[in-house]
């Protein structure tokens, strides 16, 4: 892989819709740039499109990046601007503004900035930076009428979250969409494990900037090579990618330095300051999002139960971003969900939130929780998430690759993992950083391998509908001291199912196993996320941990499979199975092969729908 300007591609991929109609954005629009003043001296770079028609006023629609809010100078114009095209054409004052440390903005950048709840003084945070923007715009900005709305995809998601903590009384309304909501269990982590697909992106957030700039300072690492895995299975130990990302890379220093969920992390945590926020909340996400599935749901939630606010939640059949595409048929890898999805959720969804809380135009009525049924391939609308009429109910793994209603708690299944073949988390040969498709690959390729526990239940004789939180309560055991663990829900197509116009050349729907849902828990963190533990070899251990949310029908005539495993490989890093304190500091001979135990009476509890 070539160097890349990173920054470009990162902002095309959080960017509004990649294809949109023919607007003219430089005839409708004047472009000003300006810089802000912090309440610490600091000033953020931030541009201004103001509709060219001044007779009437307008609100202001913001989003603050370190993705760049280029282009810069003001005869640049983007090409559109705004969260989509409806709300661009119809007129709004559209603001971006490089957050501090990032681009042509001042100050020192601080991957995930820790919020102050009680600030006193100069004190200043991602909250009070988007309350001296605010109150800057509004009252410097011409034709405003005073009402401000943020939005943002991905960091900037993380941003428009962080915007609700402000307490300024402009901001009249937010929508986070794939929002980071704890860099600890979204992006670069999931349940301890390091996400090792992402390391690439490391340059990105790692390196400080020397005064304004307005080309990327950093580049992605030449690693020679198109095949991620075999370029990670010879790297050996974390620590060999030293060689990548020196001491100046600040961001790599800190995911070795802290590799438990240590209080550098917690206080970076944004979900448990989710309360009393007063700005009507749209919060929004992809079912399929690799990176983001974490954030949107537990922002949600946390808003939910802490702030009396408007909140609403839409999760749609997306990959991450995909809701911002204006693309006709969506689909993520080789299943395909229905058409004209995302310019459905930009005209109905999201234009008239933003109409209705800034414009006061018509009444904004939808569900409290939209969510796409991934199996029936239709929208549910529901009261509340999780919906309420979803009963908990006990899948157990038992022997002859059963799922049972019933436990088996002396029975054992034992499959050896070989840390020198680590189970690939997809059959693609390629290199990237976002890995899109894989959250509904084709499954066969691991239920055949002797290092994957396959269950299963019989073909469906009826519609068996989840929706709501998964649970996975596993019992296991090891003969070494350390292990991942590994669960996904699969959905089995008949015999008979018909490719989709998507399908890769080697796969056919007959007997695809789609995967719904998957995820990873680093065994050490079974008691305590912050004190890891190794286990006792041989000594049956309870390993609990959800995985996210699910919305989908298991069709009649399909099944419900689920595979456990303990390697993901190259998304997850290799476990070493021997107990090391840090593994970003393990040695060659820390990694070890060994054999792992589930017994009977593990459980994955999923939300029935009766």
Not at 423 to 452: G, S, Y
Not at 456 to 477: F, H, N, P, R, W
């Amino acid at each position: 892989m070539k160097h890349l300007k990173f920054g470009l591609l990162l902002f095309l991929l959080c960017a509004v819709s990649s294809v949109m109609a023919q607007y003219d954005v430089k005839a409708n629009y004047d472009k000003q740039e300006v810089a802000i003043e912090m309440r610490d001296g600091v000033k953020l770079h931030t541009t201004i499109y103001t509709p060219k028609d001044k007779t009437k006023a307008y609100p202001i629609l913001m989003q603050r990046t370190p993705y760049s809010s280029r282009p810069y100078g003001e005869d640049q114009y983007r090409r559109q601007i705004g969260p989509n095209k409806f709300l661009m054409e119809q007129g709004n004052i559209i603001v971006y503004q490089d957050v501090r440390g990032r681009w042509m903005s001042g100050g020192t950048y601080d991957n995930m900035r820790a919020y102050i709840p009680n600030k006193t003084g100069k004190q200043s945070d991602e909250a009070s930076d988007t309350y001296d923007t605010i109150d800057w715009l509004v009252n410097n900005v011409e034709n405003n009428n005073g009402n401000v709305g943020t939005w943002g995809i991905s960091y900037p998601g993380h941003y428009a979250a962080m915007s609700v903590l402000s307490d300024h009384p402009a901001l009249k309304a937010a929508s986070p969409q794939a929002p980071i909501g704890d860099f600890y269990f979204d992006d670069f982590h999931h349940n301890g494990a390091y996400l090792l697909s992402y390391w690439i992106a490391t340059s990105v957030f790692g390196y400080d900037k020397e005064g304004p700039v307005t080309e990327a300072w950093y580049s992605v690492p030449d690693i020679g090579t198109r095949d991620a895995y075999q370029f990670f299975l010879d790297i050996g130990p974390l620590k060999n990618l030293d060689k990548y990302y020196g001491e100046d890379n600040v961001f790599w220093q800190q995911l070795k330095d802290h590799p438990d969920y240590d209080e550098f992390w917690q206080k970076r945590g944004l979900v448990q300051h989710m309360k009393n926020v007063k700005p009507a909340v749209l919060t929004v996400g992809g079912l399929f999002d690799a990176e983001d599935l974490y954030g949107p749901f537990e922002i949600y939630k946390s808003l939910e139960k802490n702030s009396d606010n408007y909140n609403a939640l839409v999760f749609g059949p997306w990959s991450h971003g995909d809701w911002a595409r204006l693309k006709k048929r969506q689909a993520v890898g080789n299943i395909f969900f229905g058409d004209n999805l995302s310019e459905n959720f930009q005209l109905d969804y999201e234009t008239e939130f933003f109409n209705h809380f800034l414009k006061g135009e018509k009444e904004f009525d939808i569900p409290e929780a939209s969510v796409y049924d991934t199996g029936a391939m239709e929208w549910n609308a529901y009261d509340m998430w999780p919906p309420e009429n979803a009963t908990a109910t006990d899948f157990y793994l038992v022997d002859n690759q059963n799922l049972s209603m019933e436990p088996k708690p002396d029975f054992e299944n034992k499959f050896v993992s070989d840390i020198t073949k680590p189970v690939p988390f997809t059959e693609d040969i390629k290199v990237t950083f976002t890995p899109r498709k894989f959250m509904t690959d084709d499954q066969r390729f691991a239920a055949r391998r002797p290092d994957v526990m396959v269950y299963e239940t019989e073909v469906l004789q009826e519609d068996m509908k989840l929706s709501g939180e998964i649970m996975a309560a596993l019992e296991v055991a090891t003969t070494g001291t350390a292990a991942d663990w590994i669960v996904k829900v699969i959905d089995v197509y008949p015999a008979d199912a018909e490719d989709s116009e998507e399908m890769q050349d080697h796969l056919r729907m007959s007997n695809y196993h789609m995967m719904v849902r998957s995820e990873v828990f680093r065994g050490r963190y079974r008691e305590s996320f912050s004190d890891p533990k190794p286990f006792v070899p041989g000594k049956k251990t309870s390993v609990d941990f959800a995985l996210q949310d699910i919305n989908h029908t298991f069709k009649k005539g399909h099944k419900l499979q689920i595979q456990v495993q303990s390697t993901f490989f190259p998304y997850i890093d290799r476990n070493p199975q021997k107990y090391v304190d840090n593994i970003f500091e393990a040695d060659e001979e820390d990694f070890e092969t060994h054999t792992h135990t589930i017994y009977g009476d593990s459980k994955i509890v999923l939300p029935v729908v009766k």
